[in-house]
């Protein structure tokens, strides 16, 4: 039984039927992210040492039971294999900088039986794109890391995607990554046990507030600049609107309403760079997505980001990344595997 600490603002409460023991298990898919992964799994250990008494289980599993490298290259030992026969609650998929479709038959095959017994399923970081690929989330509102959410969208049209921090829909819970477990499990154990526990494991982690489900992923431009500079933020939301086509520096000095020395003005004091740069590394990262996540032709993703040939988008690219967009779709080993892995960019914080 875990040591019980003390914490201002917790009361220790006599054990009753409400605390069974609930059992949040997780499903490591290989070069999972460990940030995420330990954001989840601290609260529930936290409260187990808070309260005193055994709340939560959280046991690891893996497709095959092998040990998995997550993508800082530590590796986790865990449980067992997942089967069908885990008493568990909520079973959380987790995956992070590689998703590989050799894995598909895997995860139905483990995960369907979890669904016929009426076990939640949880998707973090990358792990809502893998549920989402094998229709486990059909009619369910989700979300997933900012950096993924376009990608989802075009791929999963009839899918809702937010951009919220993490998705509670009935027996499906979805989360960005990074930080956001943690606000996750909080609220997860603020229903089951309590607003206090949930606020005492915050002032443990030193954790300014308990971050809802509405809460957003990515500070927007608008809040970074507040109401001081509207015309860079209109400026920027068009040119995030208009990545395939994109507009000229006089249309978009026209439609924020001051001039083109205005514009290349206030971007280079606030962004430190001129409109036309601005616009073309925001072009050259959506093309690197595309290759990354999609298998479009490079000369279909040069069009869809506004470059009129092939050629001049590979000499972009090169300059911008340092490789040739070929490149960046070379097939890479991941724990020794010789098949080619379906890429998904690291991000800070993830």
């Not at 940030?35 to 497709?63: C, D, H, K």
């Amino acid at each position: 039984m875990p040591q019980r600490i003390s914490t201002p603002g917790w009361k220790h409460r006599t054990p009753s039927d409400s605390d069974r023991v609930l059992r949040y298990g997780f499903l490591l898919a290989p070069d999972f992210t460990l940030i995420a992964l330990s954001a989840a799994l601290e609260p529930l250990r936290m409260a187990n040492r808070i309260s005193g008494q055994v709340l939560y289980e959280f046991p690891l599993f893996t497709l095959n039971g092998d040990p998995p490298q997550s993508s800082s290259g530590i590796v986790v030992q865990p449980t067992s294999r997942l089967t069908d026969r885990e008493a568990l609650d909520v079973v959380f998929l987790c995956a992070g900088t590689t998703l590989d479709p050799a894995w598909d038959q895997q995860i139905l095959n483990q995960l369907r039986p979890m669904v016929r017994r009426r076990i939640a399923i949880g998707g973090i970081c990358t792990g809502s794109y893998l549920l989402a690929r094998n229709g486990l989330l059909d009619g369910y509102r989700c979300t997933i890391h900012w950096e993924n959410i376009h990608d989802m969208h075009d791929e999963y049209p009839e899918l809702i995607v937010s951009s919220e921090l993490f998705e509670l829909d009935k027996d499906r819970y979805t989360c960005s990554g990074g930080t956001a477990p943690l606000d996750m499990m909080l609220t997860l154990i603020s229903r089951d046990r309590g607003h206090d526990l949930a606020t005492a494991i915050s002032e443990q982690f030193i954790c300014e507030r308990i971050r809802g489900a509405n809460d957003r992923q990515r500070v927007p431009l608008k809040q970074r600049f507040g109401a001081s500079q509207p015309k860079l933020v209109d400026a920027v939301e068009l040119m995030e609107s208009n990545i395939e086509e994109p507009m000229s520096l006089d249309e978009l000095s026209q439609h924020v309403g001051i001039s083109r020395r205005q514009l290349e003005r206030i971007f280079q004091k606030h962004l430190n760079c001129v409109p036309t740069r601005y616009y073309l590394e925001l072009r050259l990262r959506r093309a690197r997505e595309l290759l990354l996540r999609s298998s479009r032709s490079i000369v279909d993703v040069a069009f869809s980001c506004g470059f009129v040939s092939a050629p001049h988008f590979s000499k972009c690219y090169r300059d911008y990344f340092g490789i040739p967009p070929r490149e960046e779709r070379q097939p890479k080993k991941i724990l020794g595997s010789e098949e080619r892995k379906r890429k998904i960019p690291v991000t800070a914080g993830r």
